[in-house]
């Protein structure tokens, strides 16, 4: 069983530019939901795909979108960046329709922002 | 508005005493309730749920939870603490929606700090 994979593990953006983080879902997955864990704090919750579409989605603004594709693989784009976007991104799979099927998490990608 | 309080930033504990990790929530309904184990530069590892039913649930690694519904609580506990142990602790709360997990709202977490 192949378990959620994401890149890369680190990147340092400068402001105003845009960054573009992926995510493979583990094996039987086929939904992706991400996070953003700031320093010291719990994770908040940005959106949710599955099938493809966003099914739900956090207090987060425009400038955070996302995609996922036909393998259940999924992407987060952030466009101009803002240094209170340096953070630890986790993208978690599960398995949308399986009664409280947890999370599973990758170990996140971790965006600084200068 | 929805939300999960974790009192304690840290607990500390002796080796082979009991420890537990306390959690409350301010959810509307009947929520799941999650606990998460974060190690340093790690995403976060499932540890244990209660849906419904027994209000004791066990979990990963000699982990369980108690459910308190009149004070809404979820405080995880475990017998005997190891070294290993030493992380950080999440609980998250899931409102139920069609019975699927939708966004986890997440405390702000708690060291735990396991001396030998």
């Known amino acids: 069983e192949t378990g959620v994979t994401q890149s890369p593990t680190h990147l340092i953006k400068t402001r105003g530019q845009q960054v573009t983080l992926r995510c493979s879902s583990q094996?039987?997955?086929?939904?992706v939901s991400w996070y953003q864990q700031a320093l010291g704090q719990g994770p908040q919750f940005i959106f949710q795909?599955?099938?493809?579409?966003?099914?739900g989605r956090g207090n987060f603004p425009p400038r955070f979108s996302g995609l996922q594709f036909p393998n259940y693989s999924s992407e987060l784009n952030v466009n101009a960046l803002e240094l209170d976007d340096s953070a630890l991104y986790l993208c978690?799979?599960?398995?949308?329709?399986?009664?409280?099927?947890?999370?599973?998490f990758g170990n996140g990608t971790r965006l600084t922002v200068t | 508005a929805q939300s999960v309080a974790q009192p304690e930033d840290q607990v500390n504990v002796a080796e082979g005493n009991p420890l537990t990790v306390k959690c409350t929530y301010s959810?509307?309904?009947?929520?799941?309730l999650f606990w998460y184990v974060q190690y340093p530069n790690r995403g976060l590892q499932f540890l244990l749920k209660?849906?419904?039913?027994?209000?004791l649930v066990k979990g990963s690694y000699g982990f369980e939870a108690e459910f308190n519904k009149s004070q809404t609580s979820f405080h995880l506990k475990k017998p005997s603490a190891l070294v290993s142990d030493s992380a950080l602790y999440f609980c998250?709360?899931?409102?139920?929606?069609?019975?699927?997990?939708?966004?986890?709202?997440f405390g702000t977490g708690t060291l735990l700090a396991v001396q030998p």
């Open positions: 978690a799979s599960s398995l949308e329709g399986a009664l409280n099927s947890p999370l599973h």
């Open positions: 795909y599955y099938r493809e579409e966003e099914n």
């Open positions: 998250a709360v899931s409102p139920r929606r069609g019975g699927a997990t939708n966004k986890l709202i």
């Open positions: 959810v509307s309904g009947n929520p799941y």
């Open positions: 094996s039987g997955h086929n939904t």
């Open positions: 209660y849906i419904t039913g027994d209000n």
